[in-house]
């Protein structure tokens, strides 16, 4: 996996306020939502946003007894090869608990002159 240019498509940073691993373009952080940019690029760039995928589910352990769970996710590309595979949570649910899991994909139109096809 390469690591894209800063300026192309895909290029990241870190998120001053959480740390994580966020899009160069993003102006609101995914993760912990804070603000990041308020230029008229970015503003553009976030009507663009669609949510192509969301999936939620909630789940309930069988009655009587306790299960622990661990939410994996997995990117892969074209070719079925794993980009990114990362273990987002674990824990224990007890009778009587419930935990619902959602998972969403974000896309933004990567726009100007640095949006052009990587060769
Ligand atoms: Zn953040």
Redesign the pocket.
């Known amino acids: 996996m390469s690591t894209p240019r800063p300026g192309t498509p895909g290029a990241t940073r870190a ?6 691993t ?1 899009l160069e373009s993003a102006s609101v ?6 603000h990041l940019r308020y230029d008229e690029a970015s503003i553009l760039r976030d009507k663009s946003k669609v949510v192509p995928l969301r999936i939620e589910g909630t789940l309930v352990p069988p009655a009587g007894d306790a299960f622990e769970y661990a939410m994996v996710l997995s990117i892969r590309n074209e070719r079925g090869e794993e980009v990114n595979r990362q273990v987002i949570g674990v824990g224990a649910l007890f009778d009587g608990e419930e935990r619902s899991f959602t998972l969403q994909v974000e896309m933004t139109e990567a726009s100007g002159a640095k949006a052009r096809r990587k060769h």
């Open positions: 998120c001053p306020h959480c740390k994580a966020i952080c995914p993760a912990c939502r804070g």
